[in-house]
């Protein structure tokens, strides 16, 4: 267990790494610098500005630097931000981003799961279908427009629920970016689920459970869920992905302070630091969060589990 | 008369289909006692699964049952679910064919045995898993209370037999339903799980349903035999009359189907005298496959056939029998090249093929053919069959163009007794033993001088079974061909071959003449497998002492220092794992084992005793 632990955090420096330098370069090939305005900056202030961010070194050193400094915990200080150090934005705005994804996370797999499973039991009825066809519709909805259809009908038509802002964690705030970020992860988690179900509910061992005299409530939850579940987990590690990039835009559209704010106005300004904190940052979440996945894989499924 | 423990009268199975209505089952009637054992059986199509399927309520959606079936004064048909799980499980236990696929990979065995005990008694975790435990020790499987925290995948297959069977006495059933119980397993573990069956009837007295293709199977098993076909019941009657004296036209045909171990052998076609040699001949041939086990990067060698002597010459069949993983069927692979061979040499008319490039072996493919196991999965479904047989015809006889292909195709059609009007269809619209007409017609149409036939009527019904053996006697005599014919049944092997080769785990335990290896089995394991086949005659079954092979077939991955087989030997000694043994010459037979001599006089004396 603590080698194939070591294993997989070993094979994950690789892949950061390529992260980083994609990241970093893509970056730098945009047009335009941190420090461009409307009105230009005197060039002694602008030069001295970047020899102070040693923006004005050779790009591969630059990169050196930036590796080194990562190595040792350090995004460097905002560029935009002059007062606050990288870190200290990612600090004050993952909780926030946190916050919604869990929540957002957990809403798609509870739901979703069960929306599955109730039609895998019905497979090609009428209640079957009409599941299928809101979780199609849910996947091909981008979440930038059910975002604001969503705060026109419930915020501003109907007024329930606020249009934005963080409210300072107050549920009647989280519920329309929960959903919103949510509600694709519902439709595909119900698609695979159901997918899935219907393939373990026709397999022999089920036939032995029925044969057995178990209720229907005991085949499913005990002897069908487990097996089922394997194609919905290995799918939350790319989920986790698409939460996070899709928070990228809700934090937008509904004015919360998570990281997601940072990076958009960070790319707008070419932040460069910022941007490069926050891709970093959410690369090693994301493996991270692939490497829990097999973790649970291999709690779900006793075969793929390492002996010693 | 007491009151039958099950009584079904009328009993018919229709399942709705896009192209109708099929039905399975068609007024089925039977009665079945208390403690008495009901051996049913039939071909694929029979309709004698979905018959018991439809007694426990597990038919396919679109299925539908009529009829009565009183069982302990209930009718089984006429009960809503929940009243059926107080009977499934409880009263009726049902143990599936393949016992991989029947058990669910992800729960432990304590845990799935003890979901049965919750559900029908009530019993906790702790009482559970000592129920549990006491069963498994019941049907022989050592250490229970560790199994019980082990998963299927841990266990081989006999071990998840006992497991299904165990699961299944836990509630101590009036009658046990067995669909094909041993047909996934290797000849020797069938023979264990038989014999266990025989003695779980003693000791609980349930009565049994075994439902089989095998006649062999319930000849020692059932009191009763019913033969189905088509969804209706051909014969019914007691074990001594429908084998020895059957009145149903079609049981007649399937018994005389069924080849046997102990029937007068097949007259052994003359041996063409060979001109040059051997037309094959194999030298310590090996084939490992590099295999990843669990943990990282620990590459180990799987020795699927590690040493391999063989010859064979113009027109023989030789016969290679073993159970599965004995290297069988890479053997053959390996003989054509089909798979890297790690060491030794192989020779086709003296020609060395192991170093050859690929292109200088591509013209000597015309003379080395294949038939393989699964006839549907080795056609290709987009292809006609007239595309399908020709296709060798496009590549080593190019010139004779496609009309000239067709009328070649034509004739072989009809050689493996298929019509030629059908040469357009695709293999999804023909039955199993036609695809392996086909398959046979494709290996053929190149007129190669061997072929080999890897498990080739393994997949296939007794009765058409017995129609593809008499095809390749008959081509092999006209065609002059030499077959190589692996299989892991000995009868069917007997009806076909002139010399015999015993393996086990990659390593040849005995070569002889078929008359030799059947009459007189020299090597321990030939013996063992004889012993563990069982012959479709209840009379001799009934006489049978048997002396079974305790254990499984060790992994290949690890296999015993020495002689591979010695860990299941009866007769071994220490000196047994000292060094390989080699090929010894006895009588006509070649044999792997120190012990030969031993054996044989310690036979002597017992039966002169």
Known sequence: MLRFTLQRLLTGIPTLLVLVAGAFFLMRAAPGGPFDRERDLPPEIEANLRRAYHLDEPLLQQFLHYLGNLLRGDFGPSLQYRDFSVSELIRAGFPVSLHIGALAMLLALLIGVAAG?????????????????????????????????????????????????????????????????????????????????????????????????????TILLRHALRPALLPVVSYLGPATAAVITGSVVIEQIFGLPGIGRFFITGALNRDYTLVMGVVVFYGVLILLCNFLVDLVYGFLDPRTRQPG | MS???????????????????VHAVRGLD?????????????????????AVLALLGLLAANGRASGRALFEGQ????????????????????????????????????????????????????????????MLDAVGIPD???????????????????????????????????????????????????????????????????????????????????????????????????????????????LAAVPRLDGPLPVPPAVVP???????????????????????????VLGAVAGVDLELGPGEVLGVVGES????????????????????????????????????????????????????????????????????????????????????????????????????????????????????????????KLVVCDEAVSALDVSVRAQILGLLLDLRQKLGLSLLFIGHDLAVIRQLSQRVMVMYLGRVMEVAPAVELFTTPRHPYTRALLAAAPVPDPAVERGRVRTGLPGEVPSPLSPPAGCVFRTRCPHAIPACAAAVP??????????ACIRVDAIQAENTVNSAN
């Open chain 2, 325 to 448: 993983g004995c290297g069988k069927s890479t053997l053959g692979r390996a003989l054509l090249q089909l798979v890297p061979v790690s060491a030794g040499t192989v020779s086709f008319l003296g020609r060395e093929l192991t170093r050859l490039p690929r292109a200088r072996l591509a013209p000597l493919r015309r003379d080395l053919q294949v038939v393989f196991q699964d006839p549907l999965a080795s056609l290709d479904p987009r292809m006609t069959v007239r595309d399908i047989v020709a296709e060798p015809l496009e590549t080593f006889e190019p010139a004779q163009g496609a009309a000239g292909h067709t009328r070649r195709v034509a004739v072989m059609l009809e050689r493996v007794g298929l019509d030629p009007v059908h040469m357009n269809r695709y293999p999804h619209q023909f039955s199993g033993g036609q695809c392996q007409r086909v398959a046979i017609a494709r290996a053929l149409i190149t007129r190669p």
């Open chain 2, 582 to 591: 080699a090929l010894s010459r006895h009588g006509g037979a070649e044999v």
């Open chain 1, 117 to 217: 499973t109730w039609a895998a039991l019905r497979q090609n009825s009428a209640g079957d279908h009409v599941v299928m066809a809101a979780a199609m519709t849910g996947i091909s909805i981008p979440n930038f427009v059910m975002a604001p259809l969503l705060v026109l009908l419930v915020a501003v038509g109907l007024g329930w629920l606020p249009a934005g802002g963080y409210g300072g964690g107050a549920w009647r705030h989280l519920v329309l970016p929960v959903t919103t970020l949510a509600l694709p992860q519902v439709a595909y988690l119900a698609r695979l689920s159901r997918a899935s179900m219907i393939e373990v509910l026709a397999s022999p061992f089920i036939r032995t459970a029925r044969a057995q005299g178990l209720g229907l409530g």
């Open chain 2, 274 to 300: 060979s001109q040059a040699g051997p037309l094959l001949r194999a030298r310590g041939l090996q084939v490992g496959f590099p295999v990843r086990t669990a943990g990282f990067g620990r590459r180990r």
């Open chain 2, 75 to 134: 009718d089984l048909l006429a009960l809503d679910e929940a009243a059926l799980n107080r009977v499934r499980g409880s009263r009726i236990g049902m143990v599936f064919q393949d016992p991989m696929t029947s058990l669910n990979p992800c729960l432990s065995i304590g845990t799935q045995m003890g979901l049965v005990l919750a559900a029908h008694r009530g019993l906790g975790r702790r009482a559970a898993s000592r129920e549990a435990a006491a």
């Open chain 2, 3 to 21: 009151t039958p423990l099950l009584e079904v009268t009328g009993l018919a199975v229709r399942f709705d289909t896009r192209d109708g209505p």
């Open chain 2, 30 to 50: 039977l009665s079945l006692a208390a403690g008495e054992t009901l051996g049913v059986v039939g071909e694929s199509g029979s309709g004698k699964s979905q």
């Open chain 2, 144 to 254: 229970p209370a560790r199994r019980l925290r082990q998963y299927p995948h841990e266990l081989s297959g006999g071990m998840r037999q006992r497991v299904m069977i165990a699961s299944v006495l836990l509630c101590r059933p009036a009658l046990l339903i067995a669909d094909e119980p041993t047909t996934a397993l290797d000849v020797t573990v069938q023979a264990q799980i038989l014999a266990l069956m025989r003695e779980l009837r003693e000791r609980f007295g349930t009565a049994i349903m075994l439902i089989t293709h095998d006649l062999s199977v319930v000849a020692g098993l059932a009191d009763r035999i019913m033969v189905m076909r088509r969804g209706e019941c051909r014969e019914q009657g007691s074990a001594g009359e429908v084998f020895h004296a059957p009145r149903d036209p079609y049981t007649r045909a399937l």
